[in-house]
């Protein structure tokens, strides 16, 4: 198949926010946010349904900003779209699951979330090697 990613651009600034438990109020952090991402997305689902590049799209993301485009494939193209949240469903740092119901009830089909066991299932080995070499995993990852 013809597999295309398209990643969106991360931004780190600094911004005063408010403390839960004042004094003192306010403090300065760090902020990252993803900016891109949902629009890039977006046109690339519509522009590709338009021109036949795909019989069913999958969207692999947790963005409410993302039923409308999805709809409109659906309704117009006639295409199944469907839509696998990516948040962690167990193991460290995990939250509680949140559904998204808009992107739910826009999909063709919908999974919410992955397992630590389906994520590290899905890892490549620590070490690979090519013609040019073996390499690593880097300790951080």
């Known amino acids: 198949p013809d597999l295309e990613i398209i ?3 991360f931004r780190t600034r600094k911004v005063m926010a408010p403390v839960v438990t004042p004094p003192p109020g306010f403090i300065e952090v760090f902020k990252t946010e993803e900016k891109g991402s949902d629009v890039n997305l977006a046109a690339h689902l519509l522009l590709d349904g338009f021109r036949g590049r795909y019989e ?4 692999v993301s947790g963005d409410s900003d993302l039923v409308t485009p999805i709809k409109m494939v659906r309704d117009e193209l006639k295409k199944p ?6 948040q962690r469903l167990s193991g460290p740092n995990c939250r509680p699951p949140r ?3 808009g992107l739910q009830r ?3 089909f919908y999974q919410n979330g992955i397992t630590w066991a389906q994520l590290l299932a899905a890892q490549f080995p620590n070490s690979l ?3 040019t070499g073996t390499f ?3 300790a951080t990852w």
Request: net charge positive; glycine share 8%; aromatic share 0%.
């Open 106 to 108: 826009a999909a063709s």
């Open 99 to 101: 559904k998204n119901a």
């Open 136 to 138: 690593h995993k880097p």
């Open 129 to 131: 090697a090519d013609a």
């Open 7 to 9: 990643k969106g651009d």
């Open 81 to 86: 779209v469907g839509v696998l949240n990516p």
């Open 56 to 59: 069913c799209a999958i969207v």
